[in-house]
T-cell receptor, first 115, second 113 residues
Framework: EAQVTQNPRYLITVTGKKLTVTCSQNMNHEYMSWYRQDPGLGLRQIYYSMNVEVTDKGDVPEGYKVSRKEKRNFPLILESPSPNQTSLYFC??????????????FGEGSWLTVV | DQQVKQNSPSLSVQEGRISILNCDYTNSMFDYFLWYKKYPAEGPTFLISISSIKDKNEDGRFTVFLNKSAKHLSLHIVPSQPGDSAVYFCAAGVNSGTYKYIFGTGTRLKVLA
């Protein structure tokens, strides 16, 4: 079954404590990205990756890092989380450029609360 | 500045009637548009897309209309079913290799049985 898997699904953490949200896809997709969803702001892209070792900033990259060492994995790293990073995070993947008509597959989401 | 806007945060429709969800954009460079549906506790799922070379795309009960001069697109669901109750996001992008989509803020559709 085609899947984008995120972990953890729910996390409460404290300000400044580094955390990583993992994302893995089993569809051999080249393109992966991270979004955050906030009330009234929709889905905003944090970072994206077009292939292994190729990453780029989205619209709201501040406070986040990513890496793409393997095709299937695209972890999101919060080096020093702050309360304004409390949000619902989605990982997504696509077989090619999303604008070519290919479908973007989203994970189920990770609820992150920073206190 | 919100480049993709969904001005109606919520919409209620009777089962069997038409649901019309609207989306406006400001960037005339956008040439590809998508609609996603999101249920609570699940990730968004792809619904339908349209390229700027078309003004209509249909898939079963779902039809997307694009009015480039008005920078407006709409999603029509006919007939609406209770299972269509979800949050709907429109997204727009530019086919220039930036790989970036801009999503709207979402419209919560409730279909009443």
């Amino acid at each position: 079954e085609a899947q984008v898997t995120q972990n953890p699904r729910y996390l409460i953490t404290v300000t400044g404590k580094k955390l990583t949200v993992t994302c893995s896809q089993n569809m051999n997709h080249e393109y992966m990205s991270w979004y955050r969803q906030d009330p009234g702001l929709g889905l905003r892209q944090i970072y994206y990756s077009m292939n292994v070792e190729v990453t780029d900033k989205g619209d709201v990259p501040e406070g986040y890092k990513v890496s793409r060492k393997e095709k299937r994995n695209f972890p999101l790293i919060l080096e020093s989380p702050s309360p304004n990073q409390t949000s619902l995070y989605f990982c997504a993947s696509s077989p090619d450029r999303p604008l070519s008509g290919n479908t973007i597959y989203f994970g189920e989401g990770s609820w992150l609360t920073v206190v | 500045d919100q480049q993709v806007k969904q001005n109606s945060p919520s919409l209620s429709v009777q089962e069997g009637r038409i649901s019309i969800l609207n989306c406006d954009y400001t960037n005339s460079m956008f040439d590809y548009f998508l609609w996603y549906k999101k249920y609570p506790a699940e990730g968004p799922t792809f619904l339908i897309s349209i390229s700027s070379i078309k003004d209509k795309n249909e898939d079963g009960r779902f039809t997307v209309f694009l009015n480039k001069s008005a920078k407006h697109l709409s999603l029509h669901i006919v007939p609406s079913q209770p299972g269509d109750s979800a949050v709907y996001f429109c997204a727009a992008g530019v086919n220039s290799g930036t790989y970036k989509y801009i999503f709207g803020t979402g419209t919560r559709l409730k279909v009443l049985a």
